[in-house]
């Protein structure tokens, strides 16, 4: 019923760059809140940001000033954009949607499939 396909991970040295993509498909009503978690190895997943529909941004503290979140709302597209990247950035990241089904009364979280990211040092 819906997709939300990654795009745009891979291996990076530390302080490069790296773009992600997101976009959901299917039969979509409206979407609420689109971002991005990611989870290293032994660790729990963790918000890195997300956006509202309004456009409201949240990022977690130690990606604030590095990573941009920005989305199109009209494509169901998310994007982050991740400078300085940093070894600890070292993650599968993973996309999500608080969207709504066509003939649907409620929201639900959805996820993608996750796109590794490996920083160098």
């Known amino acids: 019923q819906v997709q939300l396909v990654e795009s745009g991970g891979g291996l990076v040295q530390a302080g490069g760059s790296l773009r992600l993509s997101c976009a959901a498909s299917g039969i979509i009503s409206s979407i609420n809140v689109m971002g991005w978690y990611r989870q290293a190895p032994e660790n729990q997943r963790e918000l890195v940001a997300h956006v509202s529909k309004g456009g409201r941004t949240n990022s977690a503290d130690s990606v604030k000033g590095r990573f941009t979140i920005s989305r199109d709302n009209a494509k169901n597209t998310v994007t982050l954009q991740m400078s300085s990247l940093k070894p600890d950035d070292t993650a599968v990241y993973y996309c999500?949607?608080?969207?709504?089904?066509?003939?649907?009364?409620?929201?639900?979280?959805?996820w993608g499939q996750g796109t590794q990211v490996t920083v160098s040092s």
């Open positions: 999500y949607a608080n969207l709504k089904l066509l003939g649907s009364s409620f929201y639900r979280d959805y």
